[in-house]
């Protein structure tokens, strides 16, 4: 099973700029679909991004947020841009076989989450 810590969240201001970085242990994600979701106080968890051999994002993300994976570092990187108070949760990295999947449940691991604040 590999394990998965995640860093690099933080308060921001709105339109500034966050990387959130997942790194890996145990395993290397090269065999791995990788996705980040979020998850704001009483909201469900939410896809934000996924990348197997290609990249998905939620809508509301795409053309501010890339997602990319080293896989010689054995990371995978959120790049936040145009950042929005409505951005403004914990941020999960995850892991599943095969191909990234948009559900949260299709994910077998799990890091402990990183804050993104962002302040209006």
């Known amino acids: 099973q590999v394990q998965l810590v995640e860093s690099g969240g933080g308060l921001v201001q709105a339109g500034d700029s966050l990387r959130l970085a997942c790194a890996a242990s145990?395993?290397?994600?090269?065999?791995?679909?990788m996705a980040w979701f979020r998850q704001a106080p009483g909201k469900e968890r939410e896809f934000v991004a996924g990348i197997n051999s290609g990249t998905g994002y939620q809508t509301s993300v795409q053309g501010r947020f890339t997602i990319a994976r080293d896989n010689d570092k054995n990371t995978v990187d959120l790049q936040m841009n145009s950042l929005k108070p409505e951005d403004t949760a914990v941020y999960y990295c995850?892991?599943?076989?095969?191909?990234?999947?948009?559900?949260?449940?299709?994910?077998?691991?799990w890091g402990q989450g990183t804050q993104v604040t962002v302040a209006s």
């Open positions: 145990g395993r290397p994600l090269s065999g791995y679909a």
């Open positions: 995850a892991a599943r076989y095969g191909l990234y999947s948009r559900t949260w449940n299709a994910y077998h691991s």
